[in-house]
């Protein structure tokens, strides 16, 4: 992972993108600040709204200088998609083919503006989880929130800009605890929810109790950061915790006593791994153009993913356990099948970046892949990924989730006028629930 610490996304577009600065040079004093206040007091919007036309992020195109056909063919042109390697992404491009629009998977419910998800590092955009169709916790500057779409209430579960310390005693845990930690990816499940760090540092909080069970800092590397969490069930049942360092390391934790149970090294910074469903298999990904499936139970290399053409920050398993897929900063998705991995399956381009983070349904029927900034796409996996949703919007992405029972889509949009959460829900074929939902 590249060590540019807090690069603001921002950065990486032009300055005048009018979502952060709305042009008032036509105004004066007093009449200038109302435009601003017009322009900026963004509201909430419901499907209803949507449905007669308002943006679904409330932005007020009708008393802007641009359409929002024409603002986003000028995102199109401008935003600069952010590369290891130089040119991976104009390579893939030429052996590409865009998979067709038109699916329509899930529709949009709601789009909250309490709720103003932040990203620390540029890369790492797995900071939204939901654990039911209606919690959602996301990261939003020094503090983990908790959303409730039902109540609308929006509450802080752990705020990291003091100190936090552990009330539970483990060997191993640090008790001192840590002061201002910087959060840099996040994973929640059940009724645990893990943090991790800009210096390596692991939080671990059980939801249904008070304080914070565990801390640990992973390594004391000076490259430590915590670039991925991922929580699942170990094959007695038991719940495990993997994290994956820049120091090269991947680390197994129990959460029984949270004893760290392995620590793999590789030879290069590893930014994601994922789990396979029977356990057989980790992915590994990383500052590599190789990914890597490796024995959970020893490390050891089974096979190795050539085709990428620059660093992976994403992987993913479906349920079906013979097919996963891998995101790059050469802005493609690639569906492989341990079978025949010589060749992946599928090449499934993005508009604009990297491929930051993938999501399977946990029904294997979608595959969310989730850009930078401004596009989330939903592929049919039953239609070989030949059939996708296109959910577009303007701003940075935290993250995507699906609610574990596939029915409820969250996104978290980064930015500095339009910061918000994004529900979308899965559209079934008996209408009347939706009247029953809008009335």
Known sequence: MSNHDHMNPFDQMDEDDFLDEPDYQNHAGDAALDEYEMLTKV?????AQARKGKDIQGIPWERLNISRERYRLTRLEQYRNFENILTSGDAVDKECKQMEKGGNFYEFFYNTRMVKPTILHFQLRNLVWATSKHDVYLVSNYSVNHWSSTSGILSEIINFAGHVAPTEKYAGNLLEGFSQTQISTLAVKDKLLV??????????KRLDQKGVSFCTRTTHDDNAITNAIEIYDSLSGATHII???NDCGVR?????????????QFSWPVNHTSISPDR????VVG????????????GKTVATLVGHRDYSFASAWHPDGCTFATGNQDKTCRVWDVRHLSSPVAILKGNLGA??????SSDGQYMVVAEPADFVHVYSTKADYKKRQEIDFFGEISGVCLSPDDECMYIGIWDRTYASLLQYNRKHQYQYLDAYYSS
Do not use: H, W
């Open 280 to 283: 057989k298999l980790m992915t």
């Open 252 to 264: 197994e934790y129990d959460t029984e006593r949270f004893q760290l149970l392995n620590n793999f």
């Open 355 to 360: 491929t930051r983070s993938i999501r399977f």
């Open 243 to 245: 994290a994956s360092n």
């Open 287 to 298: 500052d590599n153009l190789d990914g890597l499936l490796v024995d959970p139970q020893n």
């Open 43 to 47: 509201t909430d919007t419901s499907a």
């Open 195 to 204: 943090a991790g760090g800009f210096q390596g540092e692991l939080t671990c």
